[in-house]
């Protein structure tokens, strides 16, 4: 370990990097499509699911059963707290059953506990408001499991996962495209404005917000023409009008008649904002069902970077014909960083452990940040050379590496891995001053993050870049 540890100080002198990863550490919870994980200010760690049902009530008589669809909440050593699984609840006086198929689950700005979901009720629809079907938006208190407040969703009656800023505000949209729009909820769940206030053309299962409430994120799934993640914008953040200002993620450009075309597609199912280190980042986890070209794993944005992707994390699981295979569901959850299905992460608060859902994987996965001993790395101050950022980024299979020089010089550029093994040397010359451009490809190198070290006079740079296949 010594000896790899002075590898990697050697390779990275001069860098202002800190080599630190998600790693895989265990599948924390099986369960039949789980649908939403938070962790709560106490460190507990609530989840929900889509369809995986426990016990049945029964009213007058067996044709009458309903299933509960319970909220379950661990204590951060794995065993159940005192109120979970959450079957009941309790408001206006009126006890009902946790019924609903799960939405999405997060937390408001005091940490009390946000869910959204759809309740069923064909075999007796006065249960619900709208004849058979009721998409809610419920609100929990994290220390008991009391429920502070419950709103019924006009129709579609299917809600996405929510999102809340700094000031309490909740945003929500629904699943289905359409007419239905994306509301501004104030803290008792009424109408106080809107990000889309008619037509939301999009298909998505949840958004972030940034904490001031400007900027919304809606990640989007079999939509036309495009799949990514959606950022709209509000000077005055909710008191304001919000327009739709990037598509991030997604690769795309016009062709000669003016039409979208898209070259690589990130199917935002899943958005969060979320710890890396010492930096707020954009986690997007897209979908194994998806074109072979496009992204199929979890992504890392830096919204200092004009939300680049910097890293990304877990191996797309293996399909057969292209299905998940039955060993690897339900009670053969995806092995070890595999995943299928993202569906909404959540943090520690001390930025160091993330849970995330693998919906049709079936499994709550848990990951924890590992970090080398290189943090403190001094950047020399050069004025004879500069590196620039590789393009496209993340790329497939070649990208363009610029480097610029004052005086002539002699110059290595090489690729190494997160191990600080040597991938590949593309320059050991001599070069004229002057700007000067390296193509890069990748052919027969892995999916992965990836650096990049620039050396000139003995002093060196270094950026990273990010392989997907």
């Known amino acids: 370990m010594k000896k790899a540890l002075l590898v990697l100080l050697v390779l990275f002198i001069g860098a202002s990097y800190s080599l630190a990863k998600w790693e895989f550490e265990e599948d924390f919870f099986y369960a039949t499509n789980p649908h939403g994980v938070v962790v709560d200010p106490d460190g507990k760690i609530w989840i929900i699911t889509y369809k995986q049902s426990t016990d049945t009530v029964f009213f007058t008589d067996p044709a009458d059963t309903m299933y509960i669809r319970p909220i379950y909440i661990f204590n951060p050593d794995g065993s159940q707290a005192d109120f979970s699984p959450l079957k009941f609840y309790t408001y206006e006086g009126q006890t009902d059953t946790m019924d609903y198929y799960g939405r999405g689950i997060t937390k408001d700005q005091n940490g009390n506990i946000i869910f959204t979901g759809t309740r069923y009720s ?182 200092e970077n004009n939300y680049a992707i910097v890293d990304s994390f877990g191996t797309p699981g293996t399909l057969v014909d292209g299905a998940v295979p039955v060993e690897d569901t339900a009670y053969f959850p995806p092995k070890g960083d595999q995943l299928y299905a993202p569906r909404f992460a959540d943090w520690t608060a001390d930025g160091k452990t993330m849970y995330t859902c693998d919906f049709d994987g079936n499994v709550v996965k848990k990951w924890v940040w590992v970090e080398t001993d290189v943090k403190e790395n001094k950047v020399v101050v050069n004025k004879n050379f500069d590196l620039g950022q590789n393009y496209p980024n993340p790329f497939n299979p070649e990208t363009v590496i610029p480097f610029s020089l004052k005086k002539e010089a002699k110059v290595t550029l090489a690729v190494y891995d997160l191990t600080g093994r040597k991938v590949k040397t593309l320059v050991n010359s001599v070069y004229p001053a002057g700007n000067h451009k390296v193509t890069f490809k990748a052919d027969g190198i892995g999916s992965g993050v990836y650096f990049y070290r620039l050396t000139v006079d003995k002093q060196s740079m270094v950026k990273t870049m990010v392989i997907t296949k």
């Open 122 to 303: 064909s075999n007796r629809p006065e249960r619900t408001e709208n004849g058979g079907k009721d998409g809610v938006i419920m609100r929990f208190d994290y220390k008991t499991g009391e429920l502070l407040t419950r709103k019924v969703l006009p129709p579609p009656h299917y809600p996405t996962r929510a999102a809340v800023d700094e000031n309490g505000f909740t945003y929500v949209g629904y699943v289905v495209a359409g007419t239905a729009p994306t509301y501004i909820l104030d803290e008792d769940f009424e109408v106080y404005n809107y990000v889309i206030e008619e037509n939301s053309n999009y298909i998505a299962r949840g958004m972030a917000v940034s904490p001031d409430g400007k900027d919304v994120f809606i990640g989007t799934i079999y939509s036309s023409p495009i799949n990514g993640v959606l950022h709209y914008h509000s000077d005055d953040g909710p008191d304001g009008t919000y327009e739709c200002v990037d598509t991030l993620g997604s690769v795309f450009h016009y062709d000669n008649d003016g039409n979208l075309v898209m070259d690589k597609a990130m199917w935002g199912q899943s958005v969060d904002f979320g710890p890396y280190g010492d930096k707020k980042m954009l986690y997007v986890g897209t979908y194994w069902d998806v074109n072979e070209n496009d992204f199929r794993t979890w992504y890392i944005l830096d919204p």
